[in-house]
């Protein structure tokens, strides 16, 4: 009898606690945003002194607040953010990704809030500033990115454009310091930062590219999509979008 009562109580415990487990879980499921980004690409979003910064952060904290929700934030390779944000992992995606009619297949996206340009980086001792000096050389881009459909695409027509696709652009921009690669085809802002980093490294603006125009990722017919084109236009009428570009030197 005793021994019943005891256990008993004992499930009972555990049943309270599991209960009210799941209740602060799905507490705190309404009330925060998860994030995913590849923290790997200053300065819109990466890594100083193992904090995620740069402009879309601080964007995506002004939207939360204004929404009411915390954030937070976890890195991904970008390869992989896509099936994270379907798969319910993440809640939605900020990470320069530019807006196409194949992402658009499987996901939804905000209004436009930057425009960028695609670019090129090398060593100074080494000028691969055009498509046409890639010919017969071997060129690094992000996986998964809109560079390596662009540089895939120039290999169609130039089979001899070696192609290397790696998960992270430190990774690349060290493969391209060693010699291992040429150049690597990547974005404006980007590059005009690793370039700063690297005193060996410089770049050129590709001139043959469309606008590459990033914006926000959302699960395809999430409400998060309107609730967050609100904030942006308010964030922007306001000046603070300024203020942000500004402070990342954009
Ligand atoms: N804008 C390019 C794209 O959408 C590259 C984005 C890479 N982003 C990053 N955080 N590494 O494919």
Redesign the pocket.
């Known amino acids: 009898m005793k021994n019943q009562i005891i256990k008993i109580t004992f499930c009972l415990t555990i049943a309270l606690t599991s209960i009210l487990f799941i209740g602060c879980g799905e507490k705190n499921n309404k009330n925060t945003l998860i994030l995913g ?5 200053p300065p ?3 890594k100083m002194n193992g904090k995620i910064v740069g402009f ?1 952060p601080d964007l995506a904290n002004l939207i939360c607040k204004k929404l009411g929700y915390s954030l937070e934030i976890k890195d991904m390779d ?1 390869s992989s953010l896509i099936a994270a944000l379907n798969s319910g992992r993440i809640d939605f995606i900020m ?6 009619e194949e ?1 658009m297949k499987r996901i939804d996206f905000s209004q436009v809030y930057y425009e ?1 340009k695609l670019a090129v980086i090398y060593r100074k001792n080494n000028i691969v500033d055009t498509v046409e000096k890639m010919i017969d050389k071997k060129i690094g881009v ?1 996986l ?6 662009f540089i895939k695409e120039k290999a169609k027509q130039s089979p001899s454009i070696n192609i290397l696709s790696l998960n ?2 430190p990774e690349l921009i060290q493969e391209l310091k060693i010699g291992r690669i040429d150049a690597i085809v ?2 404006q802002s ?1 590059v005009e930062h690793f370039a700063k980093a690297n005193t060996d490294l410089t770049y050129s603006i590709l001139n043959d590219n469309a606008a ?1 125009g ?1 914006a926000i990722a959302f699960p395809q017919k999430s409400n998060l999509k309107e609730k967050f084109n609100k904030a942006l236009n308010e964030i922007k009428e306001s000046g603070e979008l300024q203020a942000l570009l500004k402070k990342w030197s954009l």
């Open positions: 980004c590849s923290a790997d690409y819109f979003e990466f879309a970008f990470s320069s990704m530019t807006v196409t992402r960028a992000q998964g990115t809109t560079m390596e459909l992270r652009n990547i974005e980007q590459e990033y």
